[in-house]
């Protein structure tokens, strides 16, 4: 039997599922949120509803009242997280119902954040997705006076930024001292990167894999030279040659083959890429991924408004250190614990999970939640859990008849 997660001990209900090193729960996570101690959260990743003009499935909130609903949520995860801690909210703009003019409720809610909520703006990302659909069809299709809103908004936000660096030559990194990046341990290339600007060799990379897709038209699908620079197909084979058949394999599980890039292949690699910027470019465009692949196989609807893995991914090498966590004394349990509190398919869980953090998922909607446990299950797995379950309600029903 495997061993429950310590991460369960921080809170009081019963969790929808664990695994290795997290859990998922449902309900409404401005009451999940209560459960947990004080600074107890080391990262939180997530991206709500959109105030869109338009109800969706999984619901959101309107225009009007959406600030106000999600200042409730960001009281609480100021009280849990650690004085170290990010809070990183993935957040699209909108059109004003009826109007070719946007909607200024993000810029409205990120002033709240700040001056009522007590978050500073560590530093704003973008989003830039290049197969996004033209929308709202009437403004950008039919009427022609407005473009593809391509673009969304990524918040950093940290309890308590500060000053000081993060980690001073030959000297660990004062209690205080919480500001970008302040759990890393820096490898020798990077304090040359920061130093001097030129390429480190990624062994701890916050850097930036672009989608080979996002270059389609000028590139030919292919990414351009001065992204991948230092690094040779000798690099590679090298990397290769270090890593057992097995261990690739394991690397690679959960990931469509045919969307792989060379920039994810050396993500996976752990061979980094280029200097971070602030514009994420992501086409969000897979369709053969395990999560997906499971849902049609068995019959179920996916979540339909995932974001790319590559924004929790991202974050979570940026803001939490890599294992192993044998001097890890800044948080609340021996290793950081990332949490999505709109957790959908629980991408953000199943990345963690894979980086070796602790992490909790907060959903509301059961349905999926049932299906977010497939990033975790192989195939036969899901059919058998299944099959289980078929067979507990007959005998239920069996039950009911005597």
């Not at 990624?202 to 590139?219: T, V």
């Not at 299906?371 to 507990?392: C, H, P, V």
């Amino acid at each position: 039997m495997t061993e429950e997660p310590a991460v369960l001990d921080l809170m009081d209900s019963e969790s929808a599922y664990a695994e290795e090193l997290g859990a998922v729960y449902q309900g409404d996570s401005r009451e999940r949120l209560k459960e947990l101690p004080d600074d107890c959260i080391d990262l939180v990743v997530t991206s709500p509803p959109f105030a869109l003009q338009h109800k969706k499935e999984y619901g959101n909130e309107d225009q009007e009242g959406y600030n106000d609903w999600f200042m409730e949520f960001a009281e609480e995860v100021y009280r849990v997280l650690a004085p170290h801690g990010s809070f990183v909210i993935e957040i699209g703009g909108a059109f004003q119902k009826g109007w070719p003019k946007r909607s200024t409720y993000q810029f409205k809610l990120i002033t709240r954040l700040v001056e009522e909520g007590n978050f500073d703006l560590a530093q704003d990302f973008y989003w830039y997705n290049p197969a996004k659909l033209p929308n709202p069809i009437e403004w950008v299709n039919v009427r022609k006076i407005r473009v593809t809103d391509a673009v969304t908004h990524i918040w950093w936000l940290s309890k308590d930024a500060n000053k000081d660096s993060a980690v001073e030559e030959g000297e660990q990194p004062s209690p205080e001292a919480n500001n970008q990046r302040v759990l890393q341990e820096y490898s020798d290339s990077q304090k040359d990167l920061i130093e001097t600007g030129d390429y480190n060799d990624g062994k701890r990379s916050s850097g930036w894999d672009i989608d080979a897709e996002s270059f389609a038209n000028e590139n030919e699908g292919s990414i351009p030279d001065n992204l991948i620079e230092g690094f040779s197909a000798g690099n590679v084979l090298e990397k290769l040659d270090e890593i057992s058949a097995e261990e690739f394999i394991g690397m690679v599980a959960g990931e469509d083959p045919e969307d792989l890039s060379a920039g994810d292949l050396l993500r996976i690699l752990g061979m980094g890429g280029p200097t971070a910027d602030n514009l994420v470019e992501a086409s969000n465009t897979a369709s053969n991924t395990h999560y997906l692949k499971m849902c049609r196989e068995f019959g179920f609807d996916a979540h339909p408004a995932r974001f790319p893995r590559q924004i929790p991914e991202f974050f979570i090498d940026f803001l939490t250190p890599n294992p192993p966590y044998d001097d890890w004394d800044r948080g609340e349990l021996d290793r950081p614990v990332v949490l999505d509190i709109f957790a959908g398919s629980n991408l953000t869980g199943q990345i963690a999970q894979q980086k070796g953090r602790y992490w909790l998922g907060f959903e509301k909607e059961k349905k999926y939640i049932e299906t977010s446990r497939f990033r975790f299950m192989a195939e036969e797995e899901i059919r058998q859990s299944l099959d289980d379950e078929q067979s507990d309600i007959g005998e239920f029903a069996e039950i009911g008849d005597d």
